[in-house]
């Protein structure tokens, strides 16, 4: 009988988090608010791209929070893919092209958890 010898290659993938958020209705409107990780932590609001008008604009786009009337500055986007075990989680990037991996989080008992964890996308 005859062996083969086969290396399997591994990629150590180091998620580092960038931000969280919760889900929030007004109405029928759905929108996430959260903040970043880290010691300087900024609030967000993100919304949903229910109205896609090409199917390369982002699902989801997060902004950072600011006063009314102010410009919000764009800190991530994101978009929805499947696995392919069939379950959906978000890819993307923030603003300085940083490639972005979010997770759905069904179980948030009432909003005690984040609807959404998104992570730095960096392997080792």
Known sequence: MKTSNTKTTTT??????????????????????????????????????????????????????????????????LWENKSKAGKPYLGGEDYEKKKLVGFFNDKTQDGKYPAIRVYYSESK
């Open 12 to 77: 150590k993938s180091d998620l580092k988090e960038c931000f969280a958020l919760w889900e929030n209705t007004k109405g029928d409107m759905i929108y996430y608010t959260g903040k970043t990780a880290g010691d300087k932590s900024i609030r967000l609001v993100a919304f949903i791209n229910t109205v896609k008008k090409n199917p390369n604009q982002p699902d989801i786009q997060v902004y950072e929070q600011a006063d009314k009337g102010k410009e919000k500055t764009q800190v991530a986007s």
